[in-house]
């Protein structure tokens, strides 16, 4: 049911304005951009309503302030439309103008302001927080370019600027929100006088909840010069350097993960930190004090979530404002800094932990190192300073009221190794919340006929109560064939969209096998292709043998400067240049790389996909969210005990997941034996011929050791223990392959990740932070 106080427009109503405004804006133009424009307009008429009278119910709320450096949102209208109700509305103006509503989608930039599930995550809060009534503003930076765009060239990732906003965004409104932030300068008496002035301007893009019951705001800061144009300069005769503070300043949001090799990249990189933790926070406190309400009271009114370390600036800023300008004495500023902050840890990769050199961040931020000195005196057994550097996950934890895992593994882990001394001194810190992923987006934007074979089975309402879909079961006959030929209609759209695009025919009856994700090593989609090759081998030496049809299919992007990641993504390439030209193999398998994984390319493939591949290194993956699309979109999962795979398979059921591997604790031991690597490829000849193949030319005949370096790492001291892993994960493929030979089986089993899936909504992820972590209770509609 729509809100009664939401005015959404008719059908008819729909049609006619987005006739007008192609009329009024658009010259009456009918080309897909201009419909797309006409009809975002029409949508944010009617959204930005929805928004301002949900800030009004919230106002005087408790509410959460997001700080993340990453928010992947993908492509904003086919959402709204879905949650306005205006889907078929949009279809049939579509139609009339002689258009597709999917083609008319497709070309709104996909905003690409994340790298990969830590933003996803952001973004599916958002959805939910607005959804179940949680007032909330996300904070992030906007980004000029984002992450990169990915091309692949010769079969390797080529990396150019995504240009998302390049015509205009539409869902965004130029907020009256602008602060200073200050750089580099002086402390003296603990007074800071920076030497820098950069203007954070924020723009807001609402958050609409589902069918407009709520709202809530994303906040995205940009970076300006506080006096653009130097006309002195101009006249003087130098026209291009009057502009230069401008240019200086806009550096600072070009894009998401500035590469800092350099000293020149690590300094942006943190002053981009502190930009947004800096800007978000005077943002707040503004508000606060608006309200004319006592510092004192902060944390009844406010709870920030740090998503990672990378805002964990804010602890020590918070700290300057509440001491340097509001008079609190440090103990009283600690402790209302730790009744606001919270943090959420994604990693316990040592390498991914955030550290700064001292002497870098108190050149740029003198007043901070002060205070984090400050800090690291009354926190001696803290661990904040090490080795001449900050650690910003030890900051963070220091000065947080809760510490979060995101999934129960991850945390188990996380009281064990990164932060075992903070633990024992802080036992009730640290506390578990699953993610989760909005099931508006993954299920019923994405695959519509799934989303109608559900509510032709158990009625409305599961949407937003996601684990209604328990209701599935038990099984009535009828429902589980209703979805596998829903999966079935899905893998032919998606062959003909791969023959159409991609040159590439695959047989829809095949098995499609998907890994999508940031191509690294502990995702280890070289463990998949060495299985594919040595799949494609035993293939070869008996074509008539029985197998099942596979389709790999791969997608992700390489970290810039991550050179293995970029040989693994040249491999696969190679790999599928040479499989489906073979005339042996044929139908029997097929290999494909997708360039430029996104939120758009994951909405496409996630619905088609039979096998969800999540073969991390266990004790690697924090928690893993496309675990989560692929199950209740009726994917079974090949994976090792993981992250949230672990709870995947519990809810699921072990006979309807494909487990293969050693656990986190088999690997801690393996990877203590010497010769780990070698005795696996003595006791797996299958191995071994793959590892052969990439030594000997057969993909790159040209230059038969140029994958040598994949072979060498994986039969050495390889961290990631492909090697180790290889056996089992033959056999647990094999063991798919007889379940996939029988259909009914595993349209059952497909069936029942389905049924099975609701707890890993976001809303239940979301009501988890409020009740553990924020204290907030849903603004009542
Ligand atoms: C869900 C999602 C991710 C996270 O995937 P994992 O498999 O959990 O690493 C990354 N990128 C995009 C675009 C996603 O939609």
Known sequence: MRDEAVTVPSDAAFRAAVLERLSSDHGGRRDLCSVRRAMAAVLRGVVVPIWQSALERGAGHKRVAYLSMEFLIGRLAGDTL??????????????????????????????????????????????????????????????????????????????????????????????????????????TDGVWKPSETIW??????????????????????????????????????????????????RALCRVLYPDDGTEAGQTLRLKQEYFLSAASLADLLADHRAAGLPMETLPDHVAIQLNDTHPAIAGPELMRVLIDEEGLEFDAALKLARGVLNYTNHTLLPEALESWPEMLLGWLLPRHLEIIRMLAGAMPGAGILGGSEVRMGNLAFAMAGRVNGVSALHTELMKETVFAGLHRQHPER?????????????????NPGLAGAVTAAIGEGWLTDLERLGELEPLQPGVVEAMAEVKRANKVQLAAWLGATQGVQVDPGAMFDVQIKRIHEYKRQHLNILETIALWQEMRDAPQAGWVPRVKIFAGKAAPGYHFAKEIIHLIGKVARMVN?????????????????NVSLAERLIPAADLSEQISTAGKEASGTGNMKFAMNGALTIGTLDGANVEIRERVGAENFLLFGMTAEE?????????????????????????????????????????????????????????????????????????FADADGWAEKAALNVARSGWFSSDRTIRGYMADIWGISPVSA
């Open 82 to 187: 879905l949650s306005l109700g205006l889907r078929d509305a949009a279809k049939a103006v579509c139609l009339e103008l002689g258009l597709t509503l999917d083609d008319v989608l497709e070309v709104e930039p996909d905003a690409a302001l994340g790298n990969g599930g830590l933003g996803r995550l952001a973004a599916c809060f958002l959805d939910s927080m607005a959804t179940v009534g949680c007032p909330a503003v996300g904070y992030g930076l906007r980004y000029e370019h984002g992450l990169f765009r990915q091309g692949i060239e010769d079969d390797k990732q080529t990396e150019t600027p995504e240009d998302w906003l390049s015509r205009g965004y539409p869902w965004e409104l130029r907020s009256a929100r602008s602060y200073g932030i200050g750089f580099f300068g002086t402390v």
């Open 200 to 249: 954070a301007q924020g723009y807001d893009v609402p958050v609409p909840g589902w069918q407009g019951s709520f709202a809530g705001t994303l906040r995205l800061w940009a970076a300006e010069a506080v006096q653009s144009f130097d006309l002195g300069r101009f006249n003087g005769g130098d026209h291009v350097g009057a502009s230069e503070t401008e240019a200086s300043a």
């Open 430 to 446: 640290i506390v578990n919340q699953t993610n989760g992923v909005t099931p508006r987006r993954w299920i019923a934007g994405c």
């Open 581 to 597: 030209a073979d005339p042996v193999t044929g139908d029997l398998l097929k290999v494909v790389f997708l360039p430029n994984y």
């Open 667 to 739: 690997v801690s031991s393996r990877r203590a034996i010497p010769d780990h690597a070698a005795t696996a490829i003595e006791a797996e000849p299958r191995l071994a011929r793959a590892l052969e193949a990439l030594r000997d030319g057969t993909f790159i005949p040209d230059w038969p050791d140029l994958f040598a370096g994949i072979a060498d790492n994986v039969s050495g001291p390889d961290h990631f223990l492909v090697a180790s892993d290889f056996a089992d994960y033959w056999r647990a493929q094999r063991e798919a392959d007889r379940w």
